[in-house]
Nanobody
Framework: QGQLVESGGGLVQAGGSLRLSCAASGRTFSSYAMGWFRQVPGKEREFVAAITRTGALTRYTDSVKGRFTISRNNAKNTVYLQMNSLKPEDTAVYYC???????????????WGQGTQVTVSS
């Protein structure tokens, strides 16, 4: 697995939407489960969402269910996180990551992007 590069973060008002993208280099993107995590200063990195290699299965942390959607396009080597109805508590640095096996904890992922800041104002 090559480099992961996130984009799409920014400042948005509460109730707004953002779509994060994570582009992967290399030829083996479809061999990896992908996940999104987030982190605020002073706290541990938190699982947000994950998707299997084919996209057939997804999982979300409870606080984002019904608001966030993870998807992937293996032909474009890209995974997405559509975030709707954003809340101030969603403010964090968001990271995408790749895992050889299905995982929903940071320790299960071995390749990380550099992160993109999402700030939701009230």
């Amino acid at each position: 697995q090559g480099q992961l590069v996130e984009s799409g973060g920014g400042l948005v008002q509460a109730g707004g939407s953002l779509r994060l993208s994570c582009a992967a280099s290399g030829r083996t993107f479809s061999s990896y489960a992908m996940g999104w995590f987030r982190q605020v200063p002073g706290k541990e990195r938190e699982f947000v969402a994950a998707i299997t290699r084919t996209g057939a299965l997804t999982r979300y942390t409870d606080s984002v269910k019904g608001r966030f959607t993870i998807s992937r396009n293996n032909a474009k080597n890209t995974v997405y996180l559509q975030m709707n109805s954003l809340k101030p508590e969603d403010t964090a640095v968001y990271y995408c990551a790749a895992a050889t096996l299905w995982a929903t904890t940071p320790s299960g992922y071995n390749n990380w992007g550099q992160g993109t800041q999402v700030t939701v104002s009230s």
